[in-house]
């Protein structure tokens, strides 16, 4: 399974950008290729990199309160909404993206950040209701009950009780999200028409699209691509495994 990884980045590393003769090992590495994906790439990660944020947050602020109003008040036909939200995960993305495509040339909200933002969210937010609400769950009303017999009414106590205690479940759903969208091509591909918003996905699209032989500048930037994910992960390991699972078991 990590074998696809490590070519990844011997290609990357490959002199003359050949990938038909890379060596096992890079014994005279070459940085040319990361040169030309910085150059060539750079303005593509800022631009992912805010569309990623933005759908973790966009997502994180409409989940939350959701998940909260699930989990915590006795809401008619709840668990029928659980299931839409659900069954809203498997429709396919080229239906929702084809979908879009209509309704933002109508709004004028193709080739913009907006658009991209409000597009890869559709990911995010399912998920992260799914997510949060499981841990929300397991949240003892007792505690928020407390809280508004001392005068918290629910927006107080959701703002100054439940989001601090659930903050693992928070940080696994917006963690989810930033990589759904930072790893988005579908959305990109069909709402961005123009050379102006490009995310680094459409942008090593593009590379592969005409045909370059220059295989170290591809493979540079898809592992240039790789970084903030795996640091995300790396540094974010033991939240997502007490997020993941804190609802999991009562």
């Not at 990660?45 to 959701?66: D, E, K, Q, R, Y």
């Not at 993305?93 to 933002?117: C, E, M, P, Q, R």
């Not at 790396?234 to 495994?241: E, F, H, L």
Request: hydrophobic share 55%.
């Amino acid at each position: 399974m990590l074998f696809p990884i490590y070519w990844m980045l011997n290609a990357s590393l490959a002199p003359g950008g050949n990938s038909l003769n890379i060596q096992l090992l890079p014994l005279q590495p070459d940085l040319s290729g990361y040169v030309r994906a910085f150059a060539d790439q750079g303005q593509n990660l800022v631009t992912s990199m805010i569309v990623a944020i933005g759908a973790a947050v966009l997502s994180l602020v409409i989940a939350t309160p959701c998940a909260y109003a699930l989990a915590q008040f006795p809401i008619r036909g709840s668990n029928t909404l659980l299931f839409v939200v659900l069954i809203a995960q498997m429709i396919p993305g080229i239906v929702i993206a084809n979908a879009l495509y209509t309704a933002y040339n109508s709004l004028g909200l193709l080739n913009t950040l907006t658009g991209l933002v409000l597009a890869d969210a559709t990911a995010g937010i399912p998920f992260s209701i799914l997510i949060i609400r499981a841990f929300m769950e397991s949240f003892p009303k007792e505690i928020v009950e407390a809280a508004q017999i001392d005068g918290c009414g629910h927006v107080r106590a959701f703002w100054s009780i439940v989001l601090p205690v659930s903050v693992n479940s928070l940080i696994t759903a917006g963690i989810f999200s930033f990589l759904f969208a930072w790893s988005d091509f579908l959305m990109a591909l069909t709402l961005t028409t123009g050379q102006t918003i490009r995310p680094v996905t459409l942008g090593l699209y593009n590379y592969i699209g005409t045909n370059d032989t220059d295989w170290s500048s591809v493979m540079a930037t898809a592992v240039i691509a790789s970084v903030p994910a795996v640091v995300l992960m790396i540094a974010a390991q033991k939240y997502i495994a007490a997020g993941a699972t804190g609802g999991a078991v009562k």
